[in-house]
């Protein structure tokens, strides 16, 4: 059911940007393609797209900034974890706030030549530990792979402090 479910999810992300891309700006520029091109290229498109990504083990969701994931983990507090943190994201590259009153850690990736950054933050929810990345600006949505590469990093940490 994986498979289907990445390629489905692909072929509406490409059949969207391809029918915006004809039906909006193609009349602009004089062209007429029929629907059905939209969506055999949005198949293949998507079909194009979906076998290298499962090759490396990521869904379609992956290539955007937007991650979520929670952990249970009710002894651990943010202050413990925040030498490894502040190790695993150094200062020229990041910026770290600790903010004990509202029981959250947010990491704020700088701009670089790959993206404009991210902002990563850990919240404690009663027992649980939520974790989201998104972009430090709404434009910038594809990952270039640092987002989920940081996601990865504060996993390893999480895991490494887990009782």
């Known amino acids: 059911m994986y498979p289907l479910?990445?390629?489905?999810?692909?072929?509406?992300?490409?059949?969207g940007l391809h029918f915006i891309g004809?039906?909006?700006v193609g009349p602009?520029?004089?062209?007429?393609?029929?629907?059905?091109k939209i969506a055999a290229v949005s198949l293949i498109s998507a079909l194009s797209a979906a076998i290298p990504m499962q090759k490396?083990?990521?869904?379609?969701?992956?290539?955007?900034?937007y991650f979520k994931r929670s952990y249970f983990v009710p002894e651990l507090e943010l202050s413990s974890i925040f030498p490894a943190v502040a190790a695993q994201f150094p200062s020229?590259?990041?910026k770290l706030k600790l903010d004990e009153s509202k029981?959250?850690?947010?990491?704020?990736r700088?701009?670089?030549?790959?993206?404009?950054?991210?902002?990563?933050?850990l919240r404690r929810?009663?027992?649980?530990?939520?974790?989201?990345?998104?972009p430090k600006f709404y434009i910038d949505v594809f990952d270039q792979g640092q987002a989920y590469e940081s996601l990865l990093r504060m996993e390893q940490i999480i895991q490494g402090h887990e009782k």
Request: glycine share 8%; aromatic share 10%.
């Open 28 to 36: 602009l520029m004089g062209d007429d393609i029929p629907t059905w």
């Open 92 to 94: 020229p590259k990041f």
């Open 5 to 15: 479910r990445s390629i489905l999810v692909l072929l509406l992300f490409f059949f």
């Open 22 to 24: 004809e039906f909006i």
């Open 56 to 65: 490396r083990g990521l869904k379609p969701g992956d290539i955007l900034k």
């Open 125 to 134: 929810k009663g027992a649980e530990l939520v974790v989201r990345v998104r």
């Open 103 to 108: 029981n959250q850690l947010v990491i704020i």
């Open 110 to 121: 700088k701009a670089n030549m790959r993206s404009f950054g991210e902002v990563l933050s």
